[in-house]
């Protein structure tokens, strides 16, 4: 009797843990998959240093190296084995292999959540791109100041409010107004950290949603890349008019971003990730949400 209630409170502790982590990683994953609300159609060539990074964004910043977030790639199940370089469609652009992916050490390596500092990372192709004009990074901190006209890009959902499958056959392009990081901080409170990131502000009509992220925020003339796209303003919601969208400040990451372009050893690794971030779950359960998701 003793051992069958055991095995039952263990039966019952397993789904708890399992239901549990399937929620998270759900709710982790319709942040991530962002794109523009409010937008118009990119014209072939306008972007040519956009990349496709899987369901994510990113840019192209030196012949092979491309700029994107950490928590679009820090699934080890999920690897990005090819990115698309200059598309404007869901079928077009280059298409390039990937050879390794360094994501920034202080991302950490329990989860993939965009609402996490130094989310940032960066790609290593295996062939080098010498056709395409590159993203220009912002060197400087001060910049953009608040209520700054900034371009943002991305393919999928293009309508606000909750997540819906639906997606953008075009790469569209927005421009809105950042955010100061004094307001940014006064409306997000202590966990907003200004000295590593940028917002913009969203309406109930225009914003970054579901498949933006890892996309650049521009300058106004779409050469200068500030930030990189991570996070709505709700973790299920975008274009709401609530919070102020979420971006990684490029200027306050020049340094890592500099010794990533100079470092040319491709170990294969990836921090971060489901594995790591769930614990102690069964193989069969984990099979199980990996299809799932």
């Avoid at 993939?112 to 290593?124: G, M, R, S, T």
Wanted: net charge negative; hydrophobic share 35%; glycine share 10%.
């Amino acid at each position: 009797m003793k051992y069958e209630l055991a095995r039952y409170f263990v039966a019952a502790l397993t789904l708890l843990e399992v239901s549990f982590a399937a929620s998270n990683f759900t709710q982790s994953h319709l942040r991530t998959r962002r794109a523009v609300v409010g937008g118009t159609a990119v014209a072939q060539g306008e972007f040519p240093f956009f990349v496709a990074v899987g369901r994510c964004g990113g840019t192209l910043i030196s012949q092979n190296r491309v700029l994107t977030a950490a928590h679009c790639i820090c699934d080890p199940d999920r690897p990005r084995s090819s990115v698309r370089i200059g598309p404007t469609t869901q079928t077009d652009g280059k298409e390039v292999p990937v050879s390794c992916a360094r994501i920034h050490p202080d991302y950490g390596k329990v989860g993939c959540d965009p609402n996490k500092a130094y989310d940032i990372a960066v790609l290593q192709l295996a062939e080098s791109v010498t056709d395409v004009t590159f993203a220009t990074l912002n060197t400087d901190t001060s910049i953009p100041a608040g209520s700054s006209d900034v371009t943002v890009l991305g393919f999928g959902q293009t309508t606000p409010g909750c997540y819906t499958t639906q997606v953008s056959e075009t790469l569209n392009k927005l421009v809105y107004s950042s955010v100061s990081k004094d307001d940014c901080k006064s409306i997000k409170g202590d966990d907003f950290r200004e000295d590593l990131r940028l917002c913009a502000a969203n309406t109930e009509s225009t914003g970054v949603c579901f498949h933006d992220s890892g996309g650049p925020m521009l300058d106004s003339s779409g050469t200068v890349q500030y930030g990189i796209a991570v996070a709505g303003p709700e973790s299920t919601m975008c274009a709401t008019g609530g919070d102020p969208d979420l971006y990684t400040d490029v200027a306050a990451h020049n340094a890592w971003i500099t010794e990533q372009l100079n470092d040319n050893t491709c170990d294969q690794s990836f921090h971060g990730g489901f594995r790591e971030w769930v614990g102690e779950i069964s193989s069969g359960a984990l099979s199980f949400l990996n299809d799932w998701v």
